[in-house]
């Protein structure tokens, strides 16, 4: 009985050393992840903005047309035709697509990290 218990002593402070390592190696790396995923979740939604199309003609027409309902009343004010957006190709819709879906991924990658801080 000596022997086991001896055994299982040690193993305990065996077990207890490489835990703690263990812990102390994947602590340090999960508190990177957040920082780096919220770097990159940064850059990406910047891209993401800049290739947006260019809606100012369209806010322009809308805040003119605003004004001249505003300065008239409620007397309807001359139709002001809207510019017509343009079409996206096909290389376009999949860079966006693409860009939505790493700062989805991006995202994710920081949630998961979080909640394997906290558990």
Given at each position: ?119
């Amino acid at each position: 009985k000596d022997v086991r218990s001896h055994f299982w002593k040690t193993y305990e402070v065996v077990a207890e050393e490489v835990d703690s390592e263990f812990l102390e190696r994947y602590n340090g790396d999960i508190d990177i992840i957040p920082t780096f995923a919220g770097l990159f979740s940064a850059v990406t939604t910047s891209f993401i903005i800049a290739s947006q199309p260019n809606t100012g003609e369209t806010t322009n027409a809308l805040l003119t047309q605003l004004i001249l309902l505003a300065a008239n009343g409620t007397s309807v004010p001359q139709s002001i035709t809207l510019p017509q957006p343009a079409g996206y190709s096909s290389s376009n819709v999949w860079a966006q697509s693409l860009a939505y879906a790493s700062l989805l991924l991006s995202l994710f990658a920081a949630f998961g990290a979080i909640l394997g801080k906290q558990w």
